[in-house]
Every structure is written in C-alpha cells, then in structure tokens.
C-alpha cells in the first residue's frame, strides 16, 4: 500500500488529474454569468449604483493588498495548504453571498472574493513542484484548458437553466456552491511537494544534509504557466530535495536573502528595451481589460434589465470563451516576425479594442454591446498571448514567474486607480455607460503608444538598411578606385 502511495505520488498523472478536477469545478459556476440580475434582483435588492461604485471596488483593493504577501506565504506553504485555503475561501464567500444581505455583506463577500483571487496563484505554481520538466507543458496545457471548458460549460448551463428551466438565480448560486464544495474536496487529495521556488528551493538545504546530493539555485514558478527548467526537473525527484516543512522557523537573513535575489532577478528582467515595451502592454491592457471584465454585466443589465428583458449573459460569456480559446490556439500557427510587426499588432487590435468599447457606449443596442464584447475579448486573448510567448522568448533568465507576476501586479494597481478615479463614489463615481467612455479612451490611448512606437521601429530598421546598403556601395566604389589606381602604378612601373 505504502509503495503504491509512493508511486501514486510521484506520476504527474495523478497529482495532474486531481488539480484538473479542482480547477474544472471551482471554475464551474452558473451564476458567474448572472451575478449582476441576482444583486439587483429580489434576492438581494441591491441597487445597480451600490453594485457598480460600492460594492466592487471592494475586491479590486482586497486583491491588491493581498496579493504579495499571499504569492510569498504560497511559496513557503508549498503550495497544497494554500489551494485548500482557496477552497476554504470560495465557500465562506458563496454562503455569505446566498444567505446574507445587505450592501455591507456584499462587501463582505468581496473582500473573501479578493483573497480566493490571490491564492489563484497557487493553482498554477503547484503542478510545477510536483511534475518532471518532460510533462511540464502537457500538464499546463491541461490545467490550463480545464478552466476554459469548465468556463464554457457553466455559462451554458447557468443560461440552459434560465432560459428553458425558468430556474431562479438563488438555485443557480446553490449549484455554484456544490460546485465549490467538490473543488474543495478534490483539494485534500493532492500529493504535497517536495520543495518550492525560493523558501524551499534545493540551494536551501542544510549543512547536515548528505554529502553528494546536488545543489542548485533557486528558481521560479508563475500562475501563467511558465516554469524554470532546472526548477521542475529537480522538483520531480524528492530525493534530491528538501522536504517543505512550513512550520519550521527560517532564519531572518534567509527571507533577506530571498527578497534580495527577488529584486536583482527583476532587475535584470527588466534590463532590455523590448521585454520593457512588452510588459508595459501586458500591465496597461491587462488592466483595462479586468476592469471592463467586471462591468461589462452592469451595462448590459443597463441596456437590457433583467428584471424586464431576457438575459442572454450565459450565452454570450460561453461564445466569448470559446473565441478566445480559438484565438489563442490560432496564434501558434501564425508565421509573422514578430520582432518586427508584434508592436504594429499590439497597436492595431488596441484600437480595435477601443472602438469595441466606443461600440459598446455609444449603442443602446443590446445586441451590439455583446458583439462588442465578443470582439473585445477574443482580440485581448490574442494578444496576452502574443505577449506572454515573446517575453518568454525575450528573457535571458529563466525567470518567467516572477516578469509575469510583477507585470499582473502592475496590472492590478494600475487597475485599482481606475477604481478609485472612475468607479468608487469617492471618486467620481461615473455611472456605467461614461465609465465605459473612459475604458475606450484608454485603450485607445494604449492603441497610440503602440502604433507610434511600432512605426519608429519599422522607420528606424528602414533607415539602417538604407545605411548599411550605402556604406556597402561606397565600400565597393573605394574598392574599386583602389583597383583602378593600382592598375595605372602597375602599368607605369612597367613601362618604367
């Protein structure tokens, strides 16, 4: 039994399998797609102003206050503990959500919300301590697809539901927490690692350890997906590293150590033109893009009330998840230079973001705000990917973890002060179809930066083609005339 635990342990089927199972179902809930009708509706009766400028600004600032110190405590954690926890969280924040009431329990909730988003992280680092680098990309290809089927598949059912079944929102919420409920379960059953990225690395072993087993040094996971190599292959074989123990004390010039090697990693990262103009597109669209991710329901529910019209939110988050997958699919079969023509995209689909949300503001047309967000969605999912695979490309280091952390946690602060300026009553407290105004100016002034930057670029390799071709045809001319010169000294030496 011992032996077939062990073995049961150490495939990455297994620990594979089972983090599927809990990303399918706490990424399975129906009434994702309608939580504005149910806050809005009789179950909750709140309005759509205490919805928009007082209730979801609350998670924007949980999320960010909360996200470094959770990233470090998931490492030491290693992970297991803190994916439970996320468990623990997502059904605290449904129960409160189903049978509290009140503005101020809303706020409740979305503080909860805010800490199951932080602990996300850990979803997508564990699989990384657990599996050999050989599964590596398959394992994060299915922990990645999961999520979006899993997407797909409650958005569907929630607007199956709604619109065949006439089933209330509250029923919606109670199969989201029984889905909840059996991600929390599946969560007790993963295999804890043998080790983590910085707290737990194999550079961190004691001196008492055994004479001969290899040290390495210590290297970074991130919740994108991407891995450090030599990371995952000595994470798959426990032998060679040491046991995560979160209780045992570390001494302080240890955690110093960490941050300091954290700060020089980002700073060499950080060090080229290129990764920089990449990031700075990955944080500013990231962060418009969740901002309008959150709202997108409120204006939809300002064109069409749900409490009148028929709501079509399932249909439409379905169709757009499985847009961006297609998308995002399709980019790997693209052959472009992107060194050359990313930034000229990165510019163009910008602007086609833009004008999808300009769509969305200017039209009282239902139909054309969702098709606006179909557009929007899809070109983002594009994009992030473009972005994500040419840093990785880009880096000298192996540090994709900690470029794409930090990248999303400038995302999110730069997110938080749209919240603050546009959307929180201590603000200015726009209603929706402004706000919506201001996220198209945004993105278009996203647009600009990149497509000015992409046009320089294109000018300045222009230009030094045009030089370099001069310099060879001046080259080859002196050539020449040298030639001709020693052609004549040779004659005349002749004639001499």
């Not at 959307?423 to 209603?431: E, N, P, S």
């Not at 179809?433 to 201001?438: A, G, P, Y």
């Given at each position: 039994m011992d032996c077939w635990k062990k073995g049961q342990s150490s495939s990455w089927i297994y620990p594979t399998l089972i983090l599927c199972i809990y990303g399918f179902f706490y990424t399975m809930k129906p009434l994702d797609s309608f939580l504005i009708p149910y806050l809005t509706g009789p179950d909750k009766n709140l309005t759509i102003d205490e919805v928009t400028n007082h209730v979801f600004p609350v998670w924007t600032?949980?999320?960010?206050?909360?996200?470094?110190p959770v990233f470090l405590i998931t490492d030491y954690m290693c992970y297991k503990p803190i994916i439970i926890l996320q468990g623990v969280s997502f059904i605290i924040t449904w129960l409160i959500l189903m049978f509290a009431q009140g503005m101020i329990a809303m706020q409740i909730v979305e503080v909860f919300y805010g800490l199951v988003t932080a602990t996300e992280i850990a979803y997508y680092s564990y699989i990384y301590s657990v599996v050999s680098a050989d599964h590596y990309q398959k394992a994060t290809s299915y922990c990645r697809s999961i999520t979006l089927v899993a997407s797909t598949v409650g958005a569907v059912l929630g607007q199956l539901l709604v619109s065949l079944a006439d089933l209330s929102y509250f029923y919606l919420s109670a199969i989201s927490l029984a889905s909840l409920s059996l991600a929390f379960v599946t969560s007790l059953l993963l295999p804890m690692p043998q080790k983590s990225m910085f707290f737990h690395s194999i550079s961190d072993t004691p001196p008492s350890s055994k004479q001969g087993e290899p040290k390495a040094s210590s290297t970074n996971e991130q919740p994108d997906g991407q891995d450090d190599k030599d990371s995952v292959k000595s994470a798959a074989n426990p032998s060679t590293s040491p046991e995560c123990h979160p209780n045992t004390a570390k001494p302080q010039n240890h955690v110093l150590r960490v941050l300091v090697q954290l700060f020089k990693d980002m700073k060499e990262?950080?060090?080229?033109?290129?990764?920089?103009?990449?990031?700075?597109?990955?944080?500013?669209?990231?962060?418009?893009?969740?901002?309008?991710?959150?709202?997108?329901?409120?204006?939809?529910?300002?064109?069409?009330?749900?409490?009148?019209?028929?709501?079509?939110?399932?249909?439409v988050e379905a169709i757009a998840t499985f847009l961006s997958s297609a998308s995002s699919l399709g980019v790997g079969y693209v052959k472009i230079n992107w060194d050359l023509s990313g930034e000229l995209a990165l510019g163009i689909f910008s602007a086609v973001n833009a004008g999808s949300l300009?769509?969305?503001?200017?039209?009282?047309?239902?139909?054309?705000?969702?098709?606006?967000?179909?557009?929007?969605?899809?070109?983002?999912?594009?994009?992030?990917?473009?972005?994500?695979?040419?840093?990785?490309?880009?880096?000298?280091m192996e540090r994709y973890a900690l470029m794409f952390g930090f990248n999303n946690l400038i995302a999110l602060v730069i997110q938080t002060i749209l919240t603050v300026v546009v959307?929180?009553?201590?603000?200015?407290?726009?209603?929706?179809?402004?706000?919506?105004?201001?996220?198209g100016s945004y993105f278009a002034v996203i647009a600009?930066?990149?497509?000015?930057?992409?046009?320089?670029?294109?000018?300045?390799?222009?230009?030094?083609?045009?030089?370099?071709?001069?310099?060879?045809?001046?080259?080859?001319?002196?050539?020449?005339?040298?030639g001709s010169k020693e052609h004549i000294i040779s004659g005349y030496t002749t004639q001499l």
């Open positions: 600032y949980s999320y960010l206050v909360l996200l470094v990262c950080y060090g080229t033109k290129r990764l920089l103009y990449w990031s700075l597109w990955w944080a500013l669209a990231t962060a418009g893009f969740y901002q309008v991710l959150n709202y997108v329901q409120v204006l939809w529910d300002h064109r069409a009330p749900s409490q009148s019209s028929t709501v079509y939110n399932g249909a300009f769509l969305m503001h200017f039209t009282a047309n239902i139909w054309a705000c969702y098709a606006g967000y179909l557009v929007f969605k899809a070109c983002y999912m594009l994009l992030i990917t473009i972005a994500t695979f040419q840093i990785a490309i880009n880096l000298s959307v929180d009553a201590r603000g200015l407290g726009l209603d929706i179809v402004t706000q919506f105004l201001i996220y600009g930066i990149f497509l000015i930057r992409s046009i320089c670029t294109i000018v300045s390799i222009k230009c030094r083609k045009k030089i370099l071709c001069i310099s060879r045809e001046s080259g080859g001319q002196k050539m020449m005339e040298y």
